[in-house]
């Protein structure tokens, strides 16, 4: 059974630091796409940065790029979400997501592609 758990979340100001952990279990496809979503209240979830760990292609959404970095450990089996340069709207949930990449180069944005969700860690950013 694939299970995924995030850490790392908690409460800075603007223009500081954090780094979100998602550590996975039972997973044994290869290779796979890791995605990072994130949902504020009342809005969708959306996919902020993806992985895909063929050949470890990174992509990031717009309002990301510059300031966050995904990674992943593979001999500890972690992925990791470096967030630099918060500002207040990148207050949400956090959540990490897998899925086989299925024959594909290159990862999805869209939620509906991921397979397997962690519980999500909440990121607040005050101003």
């Known amino acids: 059974q694939v299970m995924l758990a995030e850490s790392g979340g908690g409460s800075v100001q603007a223009g500081g630091s954090l780094k979100l952990t998602c550590a996975a279990s039972?997973?044994?496809?290869?290779?796979?796409?890791v995605g990072w979503f994130r949902q504020a209240p009342g809005k969708q979830r959306e996919g902020v940065a993806t992985l895909f760990t063929g050949d470890s292609k990174t992509t990031y959404t717009d309002s990301v790029k510059g300031r966050f970095t995904v990674s992943r450990d593979n001999y500890k089996n972690m992925n990791y979400l470096d967030m630099n340069a918060l500002k207040p709207d990148d207050t949400a949930m956090y959540f990490c997501?897998?899925?086989?990449?299925?024959?594909?180069?290159?990862?999805?944005?869209?939620?509906?592609?991921?397979?397997?969700w962690g519980q999500g860690t909440q990121v607040t950013v005050s101003s």
């Open positions: 997501a897998a899925t086989s990449a299925g024959g594909r180069t290159e990862c999805s944005f869209e939620r509906y592609d991921y397979n397997y």
């Open positions: 039972g997973y044994t496809y290869d290779p796979y796409c």
